[in-house]
């Protein structure tokens, strides 16, 4: 089974520039998440979905960040314009709520650098 | 809000020695959850713990949750060079299904 499927793995992008995150869940998962980990740092809820509806977006910089789930499946995740401290790695994830405790299966992530 | 913490940071032990990661939440929890994330990966689940004073073990890591369900730990015995990575906790918001806050993690270090 194919797990949490996330591009692109590195981006590299001046200041101000705008950027864009494509997640693709487990199949099967009713719930998405986006996640933020700096260097060093825990991985930290930017937005999570229950099927097309984003039940916590509370940690979503809505001025510059914006996120959909079309037909509550792959979502993507924007940033514009970038600023150079959102370098971090932004990390999807998938769980089946409902399931065993909620349990959160993370994609590789996709590493983001503003210069 | 809630927060959960986690100590130590850092950690370096020579191979073979113990190891232990301590996890504190601000609020009580429905659950903790523990990941593995090794360098340059991403973070992999390991267990889940919901009863109070749940003691789980897989090979060498025991895994605790406290009475409370406010702190949990986990121990590893006779650590080896491919438990190196950062260890983190997440717990589950007993007021709120689905969400977990994460610890910012335990780095560990082991020399062979």
């Known amino acids: 089974e194919a797990g949490v499927v996330q591009s692109p793995r590195y981006k590299i992008i001046e200041k101000k520039q705008p950027v864009a995150f494509w997640c693709n869940p487990i199949?099967?998962?009713?719930?998405l998440y986006w996640y933020r980990q700096n260097l060093g740092q825990g991985p930290e809820l930017l937005i999570r979905y229950e099927n097309e509806e984003a039940v916590d977006d509370s940690q979503l910089p809505k001025d510059r960040f914006s996120a959909e789930r079309l037909k509550g499946v792959d979502s993507t995740l924007k940033i514009q314009p970038a600023e150079l401290g959102d370098s971090a790695v932004y990390l999807c994830a998938s769980s089946f709520l409902g399931g065993p405790g909620n349990t959160i299966y993370f994609g590789e992530g996709s590493w983001l650098t503003v210069v | 809000g809630q927060q959960v913490m986690q100590i130590p940071q850092y950690q370096h032990v020579q191979e073979g020695e113990d190891f232990t990661t301590y996890c504190n939440s601000s609020t009580t929890l429905s659950n903790i959850q523990w990941y593995k994330q090794r360098p340059g990966g991403h973070p992999v689940f390991l267990i889940q713990?919901?009863?109070?004073?749940e003691v789980k073990k897989q090979k060498r890591l025991t895994f605790q949750f406290g009475e409370a369900k406010k702190n949990s730990s986990l121990h590893i015995t006779a650590t080896q060079t491919t438990d190196v990575g950062t260890y983190f906790c997440?717990?589950?918001?007993?007021?709120?299904?689905?969400?977990?806050?994460f610890g910012q993690g335990t780095t560990l270090q082991v020399k062979p």
């Open positions: 199949s099967g998962h009713n719930t």
């Open positions: 997440a717990g589950g918001s007993a007021s709120n299904t689905g969400k977990l806050i």
């Open positions: 713990l919901v009863k109070s004073g």
